[in-house]
Structure formats: structure tokens, C-alpha cells
């Protein structure tokens, strides 16, 4: 079941498709899998939609789409929310003099694999939160609500993430260190760190793309000055890292190039 490649896509760019394909399937699809959402898990749904408003650099229309959402959202205040309501105040309005349009259709660019059981969604979702940590880190105090965005996906990938074992992981992995985080580029470095660990797990495994090998990450072609060694031994030149990942994740990097 092989797919045709859209796109050479470039490994040192994001893809605009990735990210509202991404948040697509993590509103309407994942986090709308339950009846009805309440509790703990509603308050993750309106803390993750209330988070993207902050701090995802999305198209006009998006960001109007994000702001109607967290307006209803907060607007919202009995204990219950059936997902057939939320589904119907999910929905795109392209008639208003400010439209407010998240795509519906799914399309991966960077994050498109060599087979379709391979990349996609997980691999935007990771996008969307090294995103949003680094914007949180751009945009707001360094010592204030350093783990702003890290609750945020902490709720978000316990209460909704579609594959439960990847949601244990994540948990045991911030249970152990999140909150030992003291500014937001500490949260940048923590998310950053993280993702290498679960890459390191899953290198070779049944999960990983043969085209998309798992590497410790940024590799040496991406960013030779992140790497250095010590006594023959790899150690990362960190604040060489924080560089490249606030230019990476950064709205100048992000392309509009679609796959349709
Ligand atoms: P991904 O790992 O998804 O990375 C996406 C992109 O981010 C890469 O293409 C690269 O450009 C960039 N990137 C890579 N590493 C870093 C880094 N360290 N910092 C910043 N950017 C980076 N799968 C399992 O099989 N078992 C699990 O336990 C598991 N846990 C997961 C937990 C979470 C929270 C998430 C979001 C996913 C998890 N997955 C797990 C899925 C897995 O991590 C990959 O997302 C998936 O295999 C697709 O891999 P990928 O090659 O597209 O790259």
C-alpha cells in the first residue's frame, strides 16, 4: 500500500499541511471519540484549544476558527458536553466577513510516510507541541508559567491520545521530570530532550518507517553546531540546539506547499 510522495518535502521545513492537518484530526476526530466530554477531560479539550489561540501561528482563517472555538468553549459551562453539540460548533463558517475554516481533509507533506500505516498524525502532533513550546518561549516571560504549554499535551496526549501505550510512556516520562522545569526555554529543551529518548526507544522497531530511520535529532546535516564531543564521547552543545529549534520552530520556517 505504497503512496505516491506529494512533494520532495524538505527535512528542515514545516509544512502548513502538517499542522492544520494535525489539529484537524486531534479536534475533530480524536478528541470528539468520546460521547460526551466532562470533568477532567473537558477542562484538557478547552486548555488545549485555549493554548493554540496563544500561541499556534496559524493562517487568518485559522486563527479565527481557533478563537470562535475557545469564545464557545468558554462559553460553555455545563458539567456535560455531548459531542454531537461539539461536533456542530467544530464545524467551518466560510460565509462571515471573517471565515473560519480548519481544513477537514487530511494531507501530509513533512510528516507523510512511505506507506500510510507509517508517520501522519503523530508525527504533527509532536510538530504542533515543539511549535507551541517554542512560541510560548518567543512570546511570553521566560520565568512565568514555564509549563504552560508541557500541561497542556501532558492533559492533552492522557486524556485523548489515540494510542494508549505511547500515553503511558509520555505520562511516566512527566510524571518522573516535567515539573522540575523553570522557564520556558527549559520546556523547549524538555520536549526537545523527551522526543530523543522516545526515538531512541523506537529505533528499529516494527513502528518506524524504513525511509525515516529514528535519529537522535536535530542530526549533524541539520545543525553540525548542535553536536560536539567530549572525551570521544556525542554530547549536545545545548545552547546551539535552542537556536536552531527557535529558528526551526519558527512561523518564517513554516511553507504553504500542498500536496493538492
Ligand atoms: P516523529 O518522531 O513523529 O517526529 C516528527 C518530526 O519531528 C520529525 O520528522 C523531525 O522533523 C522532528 N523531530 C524528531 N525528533 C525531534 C526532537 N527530539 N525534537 C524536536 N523535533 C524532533 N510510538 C510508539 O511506537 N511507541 C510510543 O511509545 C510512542 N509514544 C509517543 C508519544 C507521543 C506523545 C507522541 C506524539 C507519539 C508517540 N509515538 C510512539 C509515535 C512516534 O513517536 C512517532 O511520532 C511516529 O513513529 C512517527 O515518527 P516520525 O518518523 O514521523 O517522527
New binding site residues.
Given amino acids: 500500500d505504497r503512496v505516491p510522495h506529494p512533494l520532495r518535502a524538505d527535512?528542515s521545513k514545516l509544512y502548513m499541511a502538517d499542522l492544520e492537518s494535525a489539529l484537524h484530526y486531534s479536534l475533530r476526530v480524536e478528541a470528539a471519540r468520546a460521547s460526551s466530554l466532562s470533568g477532567a477531560q473537558l477542562a484538557a479539550f478547552k486548555c488545549y484549544v485555549a493554548t493554540l489561540v496563544k500561541y499556534f501561528p496559524g493562517r487568518p482563517c485559522v486563527q479565527t476558527y481557533l478563537q470562535t472555538l475557545d469564545a464557545w468553549l468558554r462559553n460553555w459551562t455545563e458539567p456535560e458536553l455531548p459531542r454531537t453539540v461539539l461536533k456542530e460548533a467544530m464545524k467551518n463558517n466560510r460565509d462571515a466577513s471573517h471565515p473560519s475554516v480548519l481544513p477537514t481533509n487530511v494531507t501530509w507533506v513533512g510528516?507523510q510516510g512511505s506507506e500510510r500505516h507509517f508517520?501522519g498524525y503523530?508525527?504533527g502532533?509532536?510538530?504542533i507541541f515543539?511549535l507551541l513550546t517554542v512560541q510560548a518561549a518567543q512570546n511570553g516571560p521566560d520565568k512565568e508559567l514555564p509549563l504552560e504549554v508541557l500541561s497542556t499535551m501532558r492533559c492533552y496526549?492522557r486524556h485523548f491520545?489515540g494510542?494508549q501505550?505511547?500515553a503511558e510512556?509520555?505520562e511516566a516520562m512527566a510524571a518522573k521530570s516535567m515539573d522540575r522545569v523553570a522557564s520556558r526555554e527549559e520546556a523547549v529543551l524538555w520536549l526537545?530532550s523527551h522526543?530523543?529518548e522516545?526515538?531512541a526507544r523506537?529505533a528499529g522497531?516494527d513502528?518506524e518507517?524504513p525511509k525515516?530511520p529514528?535519529l537522535q535529532?536535530p542530526p549533524p546535516d541539520l545543525c553540525p553546531q548542535c553536536h560536539k564531543e567530549e572525551r570521544g564521547v556525542h554530547a549536545w552543545e545545548e545552547p546551539a540546539v535552542v537556536t536552531f529549534l527557535k529558528a526551526h520552530f519558527s512561523p518564517a520556517n513554516i511553507y504553504m506547499d500542498y500536496a493538492e
Fill in positions: 527535512r510528516c508517520r503523530p508525527c502532533l509532536w510538530t515543539h496526549v491520545f494510542c501505550e505511547c510512556h509520555f526537545w522526543h530523543n522516545v526515538n523506537l522497531g513502528t518507517d525515516f529514528k535529532w
